[in-house]
């Protein structure tokens, strides 16, 4: 089985959706895609997310 992309846990930022084994909200991805930055620019700024985590999110 698939690991989830996704996760939220009421002990991590309250439950807010995070992308898995990271701290990094899923909001955040949006923000910067709607602010005009490409992924590249995001996985800079959160290296702890993968690019294969991002890419699957934006399958959905």
Known sequence: ?????????KN???GT???TGTRVPV???FDHLEGGYTIDYFLSQF???K???V??????
């Open 1 to 9: 089985m698939e690991e989830s992309v996704v996760s939220a846990n």
């Open 12 to 14: 991590i930022l309250g």
């Open 17 to 19: 959706p995070c992308f």
């Open 27 to 29: 909001a955040s991805l």
């Open 47 to 49: 290296p702890s997310v």
């Open 51 to 53: 690019r294969d985590q």
């Open 55 to 60: 890419i699957a999110l934006l399958k959905v």
